[in-house]
């Protein structure tokens, strides 16, 4: 018999406990609901933004990329003056998107194209600066910047980019054409110790490389 009561009372007491439980939790819901009720609609407006912000920036490309694909009309038939107003309109009215990044690049090359390095650098050089880690593009900046300091003759810090521009993505696609770049550039100055070894070293990493046929041409001429 003492066991049966002493199981009854040990019923009894975690039945109060519960009682006890249910009720500060009651008291509790009533003091606090408005805060809850609050914060739970608190979270729903944080999600609508973020969704209407997902959206917006979603129809903002999607517009930006008509304005770029109307640009490289112009680009396609030579007339650079459109294309540059076009581009300079998309950057200005599109900023923030992804499709206004790819617009500040082309402006550069569209530059390289009518041989007006100074501006070309210009654009590259801010590119790099608002963008220092955007992957393939600020590669294709660094690049534009190596292209621009050949034309214009200077052959040593042409040589210096292209390295940088390899630095930069040493295992990548830009990896063998800055390598073989940096390569003809040594020749260029003479430089055939520098030559050799950037050439080597584009045939040793890439040799499957569609630019090794001329790495191995600078290695002919340089001395295997």
Partial sequence: MATVHSKSTKKLVKEDELMIFLSKAEEWFEQYWRI?????????????????????RANANRDAGYD?????????TGDYAQATDKLKALIAHRKGTDIAEEAELTLGRVKLIEGKNDEASQYF??????????????????NGIAVTL???GKLAEAYAQYRKVYEMDK?????????????RVALDLNDYANAK??????????????????????LNRTGR
Wanted: aromatic share 6%; hydrophobic share 50%; glycine share 4%.
């Fill in 36 to 56: 809850v009720a609050y914060s739970a609609a608190g979270i729903i407006v944080v999600v609508i933004v973020f969704w209407v912000m997902a959206v917006s």
């Fill in 68 to 76: 770029l694909a109307d640009a490289r009309k112009y680009l396609a």
């Fill in 125 to 142: 050089q801010q590119f790099l600066k608002e963008h220092p880690h955007d992957g393939v593009r600020s590669i294709g900046a660094a």
């Fill in 150 to 152: 050949e034309s214009k």
């Fill in 171 to 183: 295992t990548g696609i830009a990896a063998p054409q800055a390598l073989l770049d940096a390569a």
């Fill in 197 to 218: 070894d950037n050439a080597l070293t584009l045939v040793q990493q890439f040799p499957l490389s569609t630019v090794r046929s001329q790495a191995d041409d600078i």
